[in-house]
């Protein structure tokens, strides 16, 4: 398994295991964290930092479970918080529907291709599927839509 992927499959646990942080916590000097009142949140998430190698520490601080790190690994464990909160990494291109079914299409097609992606509940966007854009020829290759999508976005493009 590469980092890439391995970084997919952790990001897709988390994101399918998780629900957003209580609260956040930030020093300059001893780094940042978030709190969580359900303990098995803050212990899914020290999961897949220690997975991605993110020094951390668990405690219990005015009856949360807190997950801190230091300020040099903050950008590699906010990408993981941002997928624990619910929202797509950063580095990810989405594809957003008024419907369940044609989200559900998109997704099973990404499966079938064996393409990491995460399909999210309607949210006032509609029916999303989210993949890191270092699998978007991947995603074109398994979706005529998307395909035509880029085409698109390509030829305006070259115009500008």
């Known amino acids: 398994m590469t980092p890439t992927s391995k970084s997919a499959a952790v990001a897709l646990l988390v994101a399918i295991t998780l629900s957003a942080c209580d609260f956040r916590y ?8 978030v709190g969580f009142e359900e303990p098995a949140t803050a212990e899914a998430l020290s999961r897949a ?3 991605e190698q993110i020094p951390h520490e ?8 807190v997950v801190t790190w230091t300020v040099e690994h903050d ?3 906010n ?13 990810t291109r989405s594809l957003c529907f008024g ?15 064996g393409v990491p992606h995460v399909a999210r509940p309607r949210h006032p966007d509609g029916w999303c599927v989210h993949w890191s854009k270092d699998v978007d020829d991947a995603v ?13 976005e390509r030829s305006r493009g070259a115009r500008q």
Do not use: F, K, M, W
């Open 26 to 33: 930030s020093s300059e000097t001893a780094g940042h964290g």
């Open 49 to 51: 930092l220690t997975a």
């Open 58 to 65: 668990v405690s219990a601080r005015d009856g949360l479970s």
């Open 75 to 77: 950008a590699d464990a």
């Open 79 to 91: 990408r993981i918080l941002r997928v624990v909160e619910g929202r797509p990494p950063e580095d």
């Open 99 to 113: 419907s369940e079914d044609r989200q559900a299409r998109l997704a099973a097609s990404l499966d079938r291709h």
């Open 140 to 152: 074109a290759a398994a979706d005529a839509n998307y395909r035509q999508i880029r085409e698109l």
